[in-house]
Every structure is written in C-alpha cells, then in structure tokens.
C-alpha cells in the first residue's frame, strides 16, 4: 500500500466517528467567518451538500471532508 494511502486511512479512522446533522450552521475550521448550512447527506455515497450562508452558492463534498474541515456551531 502507497504511503498516502495509508496516511489518508489514520486520517479517515480519526474523523469517521463525528456526527454531521442536517440543517445545522457549521463554521469552516480555517475560515472561521465561513458559514455553511449541511443539506443533504448521502451515507451510501459518502457525500454530502453543503450551502455557504452569505453567498447562497451549494457544492457536493466528501462526508470525510465535511468532517474534518467543519465545525458546528454552539448556540449561546
């Protein structure tokens, strides 16, 4: 096995147990003032659609992407 595969399993195994949740706000990890909505998740594809907040434009990422890059937000 290729060394960057097996550094992309550590790094799936290290984020695959976090829970995503339909229409819930998250905050990209690196961007904190980046606001997407989750709208749809496809466990079987293992994708997901997402709709930043501010400019309304929706992409289709990986469900190991959302986790990894994404962040809820706590309500206060």
């Known amino acids: ?3 960057s595969k097996k550094k992309y399993l550590v790094e799936y195994n290290k984020y695959k147990n976090i829970k995503m949740h339909l ?3 998250y905050v990209k990890k690196s961007r904190t ?8 998740i496809d466990e079987e594809a293992q994708m997901a659609r997402i709709k930043n907040v501010r ?3 929706t992409q289709t990422k990986t469900l190991h992407w959302c986790r ?3 962040e809820l937000i706590k309500p206060s």
Do not use: A, Q
């Open 55 to 57: 400019t309304g434009v």
């Open 23 to 25: 229409n819930e706000v």
């Open 1 to 3: 096995m290729r060394e």
């Open 68 to 70: 990894k890059n994404l």
């Open 33 to 40: 003032n980046e606001k997407v909505i989750l709208l749809e």
